[in-house]
């Protein structure tokens, strides 16, 4: 089956831009978590969505949002982009949630200058 | 909040010698999830434990669930290089959030 695809891979904004990444999880899966990964560091818990509610949510300004449409699939959305925004954001999807074990998608490297 | 710690931040191993990381939980787990992430690349789930005391093995990995379901360990056995990677160690919380360890980075000594 299919595993998690995020798009686009990489991306390079300039400060004060917003961008939005896309997440398709595994089909059925109901679950959608997105993570901050910067280098050296571990995973940074932005926020879950489950069967289109926001589940959960993690330390991050209200620049940083996500919805999740019917199908599952997933958007966040980075407002007035900073450069320490740079880093790379993983999707990973689960069945139900935590109870669970969660495939990642390669993730998306946004750069800001 | 609920913490997961996990210790060594890092190792350094020769190659043909074992690795183990810890993680430690402020609370009792439902379950413990365990993750390698290669470098450049994205974690890939390896496997969870949900009884306490459990221990499961996959080749020359183990990974033992502690008693109290607040503490696992991950074993590596004659590691290999195609072992390099970070391990994270993750549980879920009271709120259906999955709590992340800082994970272990194993290093091949050259």
């Known amino acids: 089956k299919a595993g998690v695809t995020q798009t686009p891979r990489y991306l390079i904004k300039t400060r004060g831009q917003q961008v939005t990444l896309s997440c398709s999880p595994i089909s059925g899966h109901r679950s959608v978590s997105w993570y901050q990964q910067t280098p050296g560091q571990g995973l940074q818990f932005l926020f879950e969505?489950?069967?289109?509610?926001?589940?959960n949510k993690g330390n991050f300004p209200g620049r940083f949002s996500g919805r999740q449409f019917s199908n599952s699939r997933s958007e966040m959305n980075v407002s007035t982009l900073e450069l320490g925004d740079s880093a790379l954001y993983l999707c990973?999807?689960?069945?139900?949630?935590?109870?669970?074990?969660?495939?990642f998608g390669s993730g998306t490297r946004l750069t800001v200058v | 909040g609920q913490q997961v710690m996990q210790i060594p931040q890092y190792q350094h191993v020769q190659e043909g010698e074992d690795f183990t990381t810890y993680c430690n939980s402020s609370?009792?787990?439902?379950?413990i999830q365990w993750y390698k992430q290669r470098p450049g690349g994205h974690p890939v789930f390896l496997i969870q434990l949900v009884k306490s005391g459990e221990v499961k093995k996959q080749k020359r990995l183990t990974f033992q669930f502690g008693e109290a379901k607040k503490n696992s360990s991950l074993h590596i056995t004659a590691t290999q290089t195609t072992d390099v990677g970070t391990y994270f160690c993750a549980g879920p919380d009271s709120n259906y959030q999955l709590i992340w360890g800082a994970g272990t980075k194993l290093i091949i000594k050259p």
């Open positions: 969505y489950f069967s289109e509610t926001q589940r």
């Open positions: 609370t009792t787990l439902s379950n």
């Open positions: 990973a999807s689960s069945l139900e949630g935590q109870n669970y074990g969660y495939t």
